[in-house]
């Protein structure tokens, strides 16, 4: 499969054979009962290594998942309110807004209208500006209260000073108990 003249080769125990001709290298993978694997096609010549393609294959995977399990994944959390939400569901509900930003997810906050109440879109705007207010500490928004249907929603990020400073201080707290768990068990 391997269709350039030469090629930069990696013998079996990881050195470095040098530039060989494409035939040459695969030759000497047979002689070894190995595969020619190449590693970096678009390198000046491609480099290529002699070793089992099941292991590599298997070895890319494992590196894959490691990356995918180390990757944040953001989620969009709503929280649905009305336009005459009360102060202390409001409240609640704000502080579950903060608790989602803090963990580096995005917030939508809906006002949801039903009936009449579209007849009173302000009550709704002034609900989203009071969140807006209440959250400027800790996020932006990134989406200032739009109309969809009969739901005026707004959508919120956290600041990326505040969150990496959130994720420093988690990290600093996991070292201190994990040190605290080691002298425990001395």
């Known amino acids: 499969m391997i269709r350039v003249p030469s090629v930069r080769l990696i013998g079996k125990d990881g050195e470095q054979v040098g530039i060989v001709n494409t035939r ?12 020619l694997i190449e590693i970096s096609p678009t390198a000046q010549p491609p480099v290529c290594k002699i070793g089992d393609f099941g292991k590599y294959k298997y070895e890319l995977t494992k590196k894959q998942k490691d990356a995918r399990k180390k990757q944040h994944i953001v989620h969009l959390k709503e929280l649905k309110m009305h336009p005459k939400t009360e102060q202390n569901d409001y409240s609640y ?15 939508r906050i ?15 705007k002034r609900l989203l ?8 500490d800790i996020a932006d928004v990134e989406v200032d209260s739009s109309m969809e249907g009969r739901n005026m929603f707004s959508i919120f990020t956290i600041k990326k000073t505040v969150y990496q400073k ?9 070292r201190e108990q994990k040190k605290a768990e080691a002298k425990d068990g001395e």
Not at 24 to 35: G, K, P, S, T, V
Not at 112 to 120: C, L
Not at 166 to 174: N, Q
């Open 129 to 136: 500006d009071r969140a807006a207010q209440d959250l400027a």
């Open 93 to 107: 509900r704000i502080k579950h807004a903060r608790e989602f930003l803090a963990d580096g997810d995005r917030v």
């Open 166 to 174: 959130i994720k420093s201080d988690k990290e600093r707290l996991e």
């Open 110 to 124: 809906t006002i949801v209208f039903k009936g009449r109440e579209m007849a009173y879109l302000e009550f709704g």
């Open 24 to 35: 040459e290298a695969l030759i000497m993978a047979q002689e070894a009962e190995l595969d």
